[in-house]
């Protein structure tokens, strides 16, 4: 059963902007703090946002700014609104969640989306 799944990636031109969903089932929402991963080839995968329950959040270094993460608990959904989008940030996003946020910093979820590609380039 697929707990954990992301929609929105695609193409889009440098400057320009995209959101990306994703969509968690009622088990995997009861976990506390959501965030977003994203993976390019050959690189590490790096930790892009995160959100408590609460909504409190942090960014990467790399998205702070440009980057917003939010959540709908109505719909059991969490966004990544992505704006002044750079060649750079090109890569494949996943959405994962955990108890907290200490623990997707180190990379450990309890669940993972399947991730969805975004390309930058003009």
């Known amino acids: 059963q697929v707990q954990l799944v992301e929609s929105g990636g695609g193409l889009v031109q440098p400057g320009g902007s995209l959101r990306l969903s994703c969509a968690a089932s009622t088990l995997v929402w009861s976990i506390n703090t959501m965030g977003w991963y994203r993976q390019a080839p050959a690189k590490e995968r790096e930790l892009v946002a995160t959100?408590?329950?609460?909504?409190?959040?942090n960014y990467a270094d790399s998205v702070k700014g440009r980057f917003t993460i939010s959540r709908n608990n109505a719909k059991n959904t969490v966004y990544l609104q992505m704006d002044s989008l750079k060649p750079e940030d090109t890569a494949k996003y996943y959405c994962?969640?955990?108890?907290?946020?200490?623990?997707?910093?180190?990379?450990?979820?309890?669940?993972w989306g399947r991730g969805t590609q975004v390309t930058v380039s003009s």
């Open positions: 994962a969640a955990a108890p907290d946020t200490n623990r997707l910093r180190v990379g450990v979820a309890d669940y």
């Open positions: 959100i408590t329950s609460s909504g409190n959040t």
